[in-house]
Each structure stands twice: as structure tokens, then as C-alpha cells.
């Protein structure tokens, strides 16, 4: 195992501690966690919560700051923060207005938001949340739905610049809802990341093999076969997502995720096929989003990610912004 | 009736009884889940072992030592364990809330009210292979065990020996929830790690009421 790391167990401090001091006008680190809440508190308007495991930067953290969240929780190394620590993020955080959750939908990080949400109400937070699922590869009809993806970083650009409008809590949630209902991903790894604790891969995958639908964690996808080029894998991948949601006279916003061991290059190679795919089907592109918004470590692979916008969600998409990663 | 000399010599058991199995219970993890569900409750369990004697040096109220227990396994655990298991003890507090002492139908009602609170924050119940299918079971054998007049130790053989059951039966069914749920008919035929734990914590209840002569 080849890393620039420090011990293993301090990892997860020091990406909070690094991320905080890049960017000491927009992020205040809470003391002895990673907790990162935005330097100047809001006060009347509803705050927004996200927390993910550690090894997905710059998710949470990055989000942080005006017209996103208002705080960000990282877990322990890809495992969902625990519930004493979502509501010391949520108490530090919450306004009059309340606060929402934004939820990626995996198991743990439900189930550890849930009871955090039951303690913060228990202590008279006005608390909601909404769940994103929007991995076309996982099936809509299991009870436990969909898992998310890295289309969450557009739901909280969303829902941020609508809690900044002033709107009240369930109006936030509201069209938080409205947007994750026109949000398809799609990923696709080529190469496993490796886990600083014991140094292995995180999963298995032939020398020349690719897998399309895998999950942040390496849980299985739908398609496992022999490396394909750029413009095949985005057909086959953008072929889920259409035959899943229909975007056909739609405007969208395309979010090319990289996992982390997928260079700039290859996403800009990527991005010219989508974008031909699409003008195919004649789904017309408003803007394009490319770089490191969710990764897995140093994964190789990407995700392609589509949410549908009307005029509401294209002015909540340009609105103003201040976090270490989206600027507006 | 027991105390809280009891309370502590059973949840030492049973953080032995789980240090002791962590291997075991990564390796059922393993097949359906992430693999981690034996290190991650050990690591609880070790923080109980050295813990709890101190919590509980100024604690005599029940309900509290068992609320405290409850947060241990909210900041320890993790993963989905964390906050089931945190659910089932801080729910399972509520009603021994200043008992110094519990009678056996005070631990039975703990027990059914700390398996509704797995159900309620879980969205879940029986046959969907999760701890459930070991709680719900147990906790119907406590009752009726209790119902008949039999002794604590007794009442606790009653709940480990179905969890047992219930343990077996996870084996049989395909998950429906948690991580287990997107492998589909994979699932089938591994049991389920959560109801392990259930079945080894019963297990060593029983162990304790019968060493240390509880009635």
C-alpha cells in the first residue's frame, strides 16, 4: 500500500482539520471531531445537515457554507456517523426554522439519522429529512428502495439555495423531494480502492474487468464484463437511466462524478460522449458538472448523474453559493 | 428479583460471550454483509467491560445503568448495529426507570418494549431476516414462560432457546432489509449475524441467572 497518510486511525480528523484550514472564512471545525458547521451561523432560516462515512471527500464537508449546508458530519472511514454525533452537528446548527437531513439511502446512515432525528425531537428540534435514492442499478421495489448516490451533491445545491429564499421547513423539503424525483446515477468501477486500516482492496475485480451499477462501497452492480471504451460504457450506462426515468424534451444538469482514481482527462472524454448521447435523444443539457464530487477513496470509475430541471430548480441551481467545492 | 449486582455480572457475560464470538460473527457478516458486525460489537463490548463498573460504581437505579448501556452501543458500535441495539436498551430503560431491582416481569416487559423499539426505528418486523427474528420470538417465550410461574433462569432458557430457533430460521429466508436485502435469493441460507448477537446476549442471561441463583 502506497499512501500520503499519517497514522490510520487519525485519518478522518485530519481530512477535517486539512479541509477546515483551506478555508477558515467559509469553515469552522468543531473541537475534537470533524464536525464542520459554516463560520457564520444562520440564524432564522431552516438549516441543512448531511453526514456520510469518511473516504467519500470532498462529501460532506465540502458542501459547507452559504447556499449549501449548514453542517456537514463525516463517520468513521465509509460507515454512517453515529447518532450522538448527527445531533451534536444538528444542535450546533438549528435555527427556529428547524433543520432537514439529507440522507443518502443506505441502511446505516438511516437507521443513524432516524434516532438522531428521534433525540433532536425529543429536545424540541423541529427535524425533517429526505432520502436520496437515485441508483438506477438497484431495484425501486424493495422495501429497503434504492441506494444514493453522488446525485445527493445536487439535491443539497437544491434545497440549500431554497432554505436561503427563507422558505419554511416543509417547503424545503418539499422541493428537495421535487428534485431527487428527477435525479437518476449511474456508476461503473474499473479498480478497487484500498483500505488504509489493512491495506486491502475493498473488493475484487479481474485485471481487465469492469463492473457497471457498483455502489460507493463496491456492493454489486448489474453488469460485470471486459473493459469497454468511454463511449460504450456511457451508452450502456445512460441506456439505464433512460430506460429507468423518461428525460426526452427535458432540460437537464449532468454531474460527472470521478471515485477518485479517475483522471480529469478521462471525465472530459467521458462528457463529450454523454453529451452526443443525449442530443441523440434529444434531452437538452443546461449545464455540466465535472470533477471529484463523491469519491470512494481512490476507486477508478465514475458516475453519471442526470436531474431534470423546470425554471424554479434552474434558479435554485444558479443561486448564489460559498463552499470549499461549488461556487456561484 | 435481581439487583444491580445481577445487571452487572450479566452484561459482563454477555460482552465475553460476544469478545468470544467476534470472529464467528464477522464471518456470517461476511457472506451477506460487510463484514464487520463481530469487530464492531467486540468494540463495545470491551468499552462495557471497562465502563460499566465505573458508570454503575454511583448509579444504583436500574433503568439508568441500562439507558447508559443503550448510548454505549449509539457511539460504539456503528453500522446499522449501533442504533438497533442502542434502541432496544434505551426503549427497554424506559420502564425500570428508578428500580433499584427488577422482578422477572419487570426484565420480560423491558424485553418486549426494547423489541418494539428495534421494530419501530427499523420499519420492520418478523421474517425479513434481521435480530428480529430473534427478538420477537424470545420476547413471546419470555411471556409465556413468565405467564406459567417459572423462575427467571427459566424465563431467560425460554428466550435464548428461541432466539435460537429464530436464528435458525433466518437461515431459511431471503433479507428484505438492510444491506443483506439487495443480494436477494443469495441471502438464503446464511443466518443472520444481528440474530446471533440476540441469541449469545439470551444465552449468557441465562448463564448469569443460573450461576449467580436468581429466582
Not at chain 1, 97 to 105: H, M, T
Request: charged share 20%; aromatic share 6%; hydrophobic share 40%.
Amino acid at each position: 500500500m502506497k499512501k500520503f497518510i499519517n497514522k490510520p486511525e487519525n485519518l478522518e480528523i485530519e481530512t477535517a482539520r486539512g479541509m477546515a484550514l483551506a478555508k477558515p472564512n467559509i469553515l469552522r471545525q468543531l473541537p475534537g471531531c470533524n464536525i464542520m458547521v459554516r463560520q457564520n451561523k444562520k440564524t432564522d432560516r431552516v438549516a441543512l445537515v448531511f453526514g456520510c462515512g469518511s473516504g467519500h471527500e470532498p462529501a460532506p464537508n465540502g458542501y459547507v457554507g452559504y447556499g449549501m449546508l449548514d453542517a456537514g458530519i463525516p463517520g468513521k472511514l465509509f460507515s454512517s456517523p453515529t447518532p450522538d454525533m448527527l445531533l451534536k452537528g444538528i444542535k450546533e446548527v438549528q435555527t427556529e426554522a428547524g433543520v432537514l437531513c439529507i440522507i443518502v439511502n443506505y441502511t446505516g446512515d438511516v437507521l443513524n439519522f432516524r434516532m438522531a432525528m428521534e433525540m433532536a425531537q425529543m429536545e424540541n428540534i423541529a427535524v425533517e429529512s429526505v432520502i436520496i435514492a437515485d441508483d438506477v442499478a438497484t431495484q425501486k421495489t424493495k422495501s429497503v428502495g434504492r441506494r444514493g448516490l453522488a446525485g445527493v451533491a445536487l439535491v443539497m445545491k437544491i434545497a440549500g439555495a431554497e432554505a436561503e429564499m427563507g422558505s419554511d421547513l416543509y417547503r424545503v423539503k418539499e422541493v428537495a423531494e421535487w428534485a431527487a424525483s428527477g435525479l437518476r446515477t449511474i456508476g461503473v468501477a474499473c479498480r478497487p480502492c484500498i483500505i488504509p486500516s489493512d491495506g486491502e482492496p475493498s473488493f475484487e475485480l479481474g485485471e481487465t474487468e469492469m463492473e457497471i451499477g457498483m455502489g460507493l462501497h463496491g456492493e454489486p452492480g448489474v453488469l460485470r464484463c471486459d473493459m469497454m471504451s468511454a463511449k460504450d460504457t456511457v451508452h450502456q450506462m445512460l441506456e439505464l437511466i433512460l430506460l429507468d426515468c423518461n428525460y426526452e424534451n427535458s432540460e437537464v444538469v449532468v454531474l460527472i462524478n470521478g471515485l477518485g482514481g479517475t483522471p480529469p482527462m478521462e471525465l472530459y472524454v467521458i462528457n463529450q460522449c454523454i453529451h452526443d448521447y443525449l442530443a441523440e435523444h434529444g434531452i437538452k443539457i443546461y449545464d455540466t458538472m465535472i470533477g471529484n464530487f463523491m469519491t470512494s477513496l481512490e476507486m477508478g470509475g465514475f458516475s453519471i448523474s442526470l436531474m431534470r430541471l423546470d425554471p424554479h430548480l434552474k434558479a435554485l441551481y444558479d443561486a448564489a453559493a460559498v463552499t470549499s467545492v461549488i461556487r456561484r | 428479583m435481581t439487583g444491580k449486582e445481577f445487571m452487572l455480572a450479566a452484561f459482563e457475560a454477555i460482552s465475553h460471550n460476544i469478545i468470544e464470538h467476534e470472529e464467528y460473527l464477522n464471518h456470517l457478516d461476511n457472506a451477506i454483509g460487510d463484514g464487520d458486525h463481530g469487530t464492531n460489537m467486540a468494540r463495545f463490548s470491551h468499552i462495557i467491560l471497562k465502563d460499566l463498573p465505573e458508570f454503575s460504581a454511583d448509579h444504583d437505579d436500574l433503568g439508568e445503568i441500562m439507558h447508559h448501556v443503550g448510548m454505549c452501543c449509539i457511539t460504539e458500535i456503528g453500522g446499522s448495529a449501533g442504533p438497533l441495539f442502542g434502541k432496544f436498551f434505551l426503549q427497554a430503560s424506559l420502564s425500570n426507570k428508578n428500580n433499584t431491582f427488577m422482578e422477572a416481569a419487570n426484565w420480560v416487559l423491558a424485553f418486549e418494549e426494547g423489541t418494539m423499539g428495534v421494530s419501530q426505528i427499523g420499519q420492520s418486523t418478523e421474517g425479513e431476516k434481521t435480530m428480529l427474528d430473534a427478538l420477537f420470538p424470545a420476547s413471546r417465550a419470555m411471556q409465556e414462560t413468565l405467564e406459567e410461574g417459572k423462575s427467571l433462569p427459566e424465563i431467560f432458557l425460554a428466550g435464548a432457546e428461541a432466539a435460537e430457533k429464530g436464528v435458525e430460521f433466518t437461515k431459511t429466508i431471503q433479507a428484505s432489509k438492510g444491506r443483506a436485502a439487495y443480494i436477494g435469493q443469495r441471502s438464503i441460507g446464511h443466518q443472520d449475524p444481528g440474530a446471533t448477537t440476540v441469541m449469545l446476549m439470551l444465552q449468557s442471561m441465562h448463564k448469569t441467572a443460573v450461576d449467580m441463583h436468581v429466582e
